[in-house]
Antibody
Framework: QLQLQESGPGLVKPSETLSLTCSVS??????????WGWIRQPPGKGLEWIGT???????YYNPSLKGRVTISVDTSKSQFSLKLASVTAADTAVYYC????????????WGQGTRVTVSP | QSALTQPASVSGSPGQSITISCTGS?????????VSWYQHHPDKPPRLLVY???KRTSGVSNRFSGSKSGNTASLTISGLQAGDESDYYC?????????FGGGTKLTVL
């Protein structure tokens, strides 16, 4: 059974860069049909898509994040990462990594989520 | 792009059926059949219930069914059970963009 696990700092200062990694285990990581993504949930709010990266490295991001987002993949480590620059308190959220493994389904595997707080 | 519109809350008694609507536009829900539904219990990751409007993920009860008409997708839960009490999110997704609904809190009375 595929497992995803987020890791990274739980506290980030305003204006700094939030960096999270998602480690994938228990199954394959690379396939033409896979895609990986990041989704977040601010306190008291709903789910918000951050971005998705596909086999081959093409990535797409939520326009509302205005170019602050980068998602990358390290296939040698079966990991993908999120970088969110110039964070503010509005970026405080639970961050989830997710994967689509079994087409044509949508995100069918999720990490447990990691809470990130932006505060001085 | 705005979030898809869902009712903030719905409720029903055990055994009853409820429907959660998800309204988008001709640019998202109305233009393709890539709509998914997720169940999200607090402190757990979201769980994919339905994809491509009406296809259930393996292991999901047939009490959950999805449909779409025009710019609005719907999730119907029949034979409500206490364990169905949760938050539900719709999602319109394409290869390059996705947007979630605001979420609906289902209360089983």
């Amino acid at each position: 059974q595929l497992q995803l696990q987020e890791s990274g700092p739980g506290l980030v200062k305003p204006s700094e860069t939030l960096s999270l990694t998602c480690s994938v285990s228990g199954g394959p990581f690379t396939s033409r049909t896979f895609y990986w993504g990041w989704i977040r949930q601010p306190p008291g709010k709903g789910l918000e898509w951050i971005g998705t990266i596909y086999y081959g490295g093409s990535s797409y991001y939520n326009p509302s994040l205005k170019g602050r987002v980068t998602i990358s993949v390290d296939t040698s480590k079966s990991q993908f990462s999120l970088k969110l620059a110039s964070v503010t308190a509005a970026d405080t959220a639970v961050y989830y990594c997710a994967g689509r493994i079994d087409p044509p389904k949508d995100f069918d595997f999720w990490g447990q989520g990691t809470r990130v707080t932006v505060s001085p | 792009q705005s979030a898809l519109t869902q009712p903030a809350s719905v409720s029903g008694s055990p055994g009853q059926s409820i429907t959660i609507s998800c309204t988008g536009s001709s640019s998202d829900i109305g233009s393709h059949n890539l709509v998914s539904w997720y169940q999200h219990h607090p402190d757990k990751p979201p769980r994919l219930l339905v994809y491509e409007v009406s296809k259930r993920t393996s292991g999901v009860s047939n009490r959950f069914s999805g449909s779409k008409s025009g710019n609005t997708a719907s999730l119907t839960i029949s034979g409500l059970q206490a364990g169905d009490e949760s938050d539900y999110y719709c999602c319109s997704y394409t290869g390059t963009f996705r947007v979630f609904g605001g979420g609906t809190k289902l209360t089983v009375l």
